[in-house]
């Protein structure tokens, strides 16, 4: 273990939301977990706290690449009628639930913090106590596709509309150092979008990375994953490219990460 490398220094990882490609998160955190990097805590915003949860609760970033590799929409999908949302909420529920486990926050190997959005006043939710399952559904509760998740007297959507990349909550878990993961390409889309949900998908890009540029310029270190291809954010089905440049992201910052640390 290199934890000596790192004195007192705790490391705060943060994933930011991102739809399919925060995929990318995942090989990101398989070269942290290859070059035994310690994370002390997490904080994760709609994909990126799927990612987080996972490797939270002890998962092998192995494993976790490997039910990225075998999900689709379909084992998504359960269609809710009359309610907020054309998919429901309980399918990410369940998703959680078969593959990660289900574990309260108090049980989780590495403190995490899943980060939501209030429907009713816009402001941002900090989820860190109860089911995670119920927690990560309610944080990658994407606006008018998933139902918003009901968290105590709070009716929360996609973490993303209300702090995208949230670097400040791992300052209040005791980080005294920030790693960023940012799933939202900063570049332009080589081609324009074609359908509708595309168009959405690239204006909300547009908005996220706008507001999201005082939280990028906090993190000591800021991972970026660049894909050769334009990929949407509905493109489950290219997870393999999607790990392979989060992983190429990681590379070119573990050097630094260990001489700045």
């Not at 709609?46 to 976790?64: F, T």
């Not at 639930?97 to 980060?115: M, Q, R």
């Not at 993190?219 to 290219?238: F, R, S, T, Y």
Request: positive net charge; charged residues 20%; contains cysteine.
């Amino acid at each position: 273990m290199l934890n000596w490398l790192f004195g007192k220094k705790k490391i705060g990882l943060v994933l930011g939301g991102g739809a399919a490609r925060g995929i990318a998160h995942i090989g990101v955190i398989k070269v942290l977990h290859k070059n035994n990097i310690p994370i002390h805590c997490i904080a994760g915003t709609s994909s990126g706290a799927i990612v987080g949860a996972a490797y939270a609760a002890g998962l092998d970033p192995q494993l976790i690449e490997e039910i990225a590799l075998r999900i689709s929409w379909g084992k998504l999908i359960k269609v809710a009628f009359f309610r907020p949302g054309f998919i429901s909420g309980e399918a990410i529920e369940e998703f959680v639930t078969k593959y990660i486990g289900d574990y309260d926050f108090s049980e989780l190997k590495i403190p995490f913090v899943a980060v939501g959005t209030d429907l009713k006043t816009g402001e941002k939710v900090v989820m860190s106590e109860g089911k995670i399952a119920k927690a990560v559904a309610a944080s990658a509760a994407f606006p008018g596709v998933f139902t918003p998740g009901q968290i105590k007297h709070h009716m929360v959507t996609d973490g993303g509309i209300a702090d995208n990349l949230p670097v400040d909550e791992v300052g209040k878990m005791g980080a005294n150092y920030c790693l960023a993961v940012d799933a939202v390409p900063s570049l332009p889309f080589h081609t324009l979008p074609k359908d509708a949900m595309q168009v959405l998908g690239r204006s909300l890009d547009m908005i996220l990375h706008k507001v999201s540029l005082e939280q990028r310029k906090k993190a000591d270190i800021l991972i970026e994953p660049v894909m050769e291809e334009d990929i949407w954010h509905l493109d489950l089905n290219k997870a393999k490219r999607l790990i392979s440049a989060g992983e190429a992201a990681a590379h070119k910052v573990v050097r630094q990460l260990r001489s700045m640390v």
